[in-house]
């Protein structure tokens, strides 16, 4: 529950803790500890108490004996034999099936997403000293969750295919590299950065973004006079001042009140190997059931909408660039011209 950059808390409040303040629980280790040898009497006893309870809440994932400072995962996959204790309790379970995971980064639970005996997957991190509170309030409804995941969750073969000494962003189809980060990637995951679920469902609308962005260059430009360009060099344009802003609609359409992460992305035109997609901004709103809130975004062209070339020069792609927030999207025109 404790990562290694938190001091020594007076006392912890576990899940098992947690849980047991909202119902009676039967705790069954199903493994003895979290590298997991495997223990076939351990992972009877807890498929035993699954098929006895009326809901299951599965606990794996790392400690500092597994991944720590000095202390690197070589692999993306449960430790030891998780999984298949995982799956044979799963299997046995009678009612629906919690599975918690608690590590500093991500898992390959590709087999958990796709198991229709698991009803939720709750990724925690390492939650800290009253974690098992949170995580007991997050089950039984107290609070509604509204996380997103911080980072690109790979599949195991990403790890054995990519050296972690290599760490070029783009892909490379000649060799087969998939590039890295959600940038860049091109392969395929076991969960997108900003995935995320609620207890409630949110829609978005865009409702107010420029359709064309007009940018002022210094003269001479071999851009100026019509001339075709399919980007400009960000210090050859008058983009320093230059921002226009974004406004969406949050909808929350469920019943149940609820906190929102908006992240608004941008696309690039396909020039100099730019990313597939870009966060431009993110906020944090709470909406009530029912309810709409409007949240804006500040776009800043040169620092926001620019991409990096084959080169290391900072460029704007001329063309259309994409907004996106969920499923909402918008395109807008940059060109040359003079002004919004």
């Keep these: 529950m404790i990562g290694n950059y938190a001091g020594i808390p007076c006392t912890y409040i576990s ?34 108490a699954a098929s006895q309870a009326d809901a299951t809440v599965i606990m794996v994932g790392a400690d500092q004996s ?80 509204g996380g997103r995941l911080p980072v690109t969750w790979y599949p195991q073969e990403f790890a054995a295919r990519v050296a972690m000494t290599n760490m070029n962003m783009r892909p490379n189809p000649s060799t087969g590299y998939p590039g890295r980060t959600y940038r860049f990637y091109t392969g395929k995951t076991v969960y997108k ?17 420029p359709k064309r962005v007009s940018l002022s260059l210094h003269t001479p430009h071999n851009c100026s006079g019509g001339s075709l360009c399919t980007s400009v060099h960000v210090e050859n344009t008058n983009c320093h001042e230059l921002s226009f802003d974004v406004h969406v609609d949050v909808h929350n359409n469920g019943s149940m009140h609820g906190g929102h992460s908006v992240l608004l992305f941008s696309s690039p035109p396909a020039v100099h190997r730019a990313p597939q997609r870009q966060l431009l901004g993110f906020k944090k709103v709470h909406v009530e059931a029912g309810a709409t809130h409007t949240v804006q975004f500040s776009v800043d062209v040169c620092k926001d ?35 919004l």
């Design 66 to 145: 597994i991944e720590a400072e000095m202390i690197d995962r070589a692999g993306l996959l449960l430790p030891g034999q998780q999984q298949q204790m995982v799956i044979e309790t799963a299997r046995a379970s009678r009612g629906p099936v919690v599975l918690v995971v608690m590590s500093g980064g991500p898992m390959d639970i590709t087999f958990a997403k796709y198991n229709n005996k698991i009803s939720s997957i709750l990724w925690v991190g390492y939650p800290g000293q009253a974690g098992g509170e949170a995580l007991a309030d997050v089950i039984f409804g107290k609070h509604n969750p």
């Design 305 to 339: 909408l620019s991409v990096v070339d084959e080169q290391g020069v900072n460029k704007l792609s001329l063309g259309s660039h994409h907004l996106h927030v969920g499923d909402a999207k918008h395109v807008f025109d940059l060109h040359i011209g003079d002004g």
């Design 15 to 48: 899940p098992l803790q947690g849980l047991s303040r909202h119902t009676a629980t039967v705790y069954k280790p199903g493994c003895a500890n979290v590298a997991c040898p495997g223990n076939s009497v351990l992972v009877k006893d807890a498929a035993t």
């Design 193 to 209: 950065f900003g995935d995320g679920l609620s207890y409630t469902k949110f829609s978005h609308s865009l409702v107010q973004a």
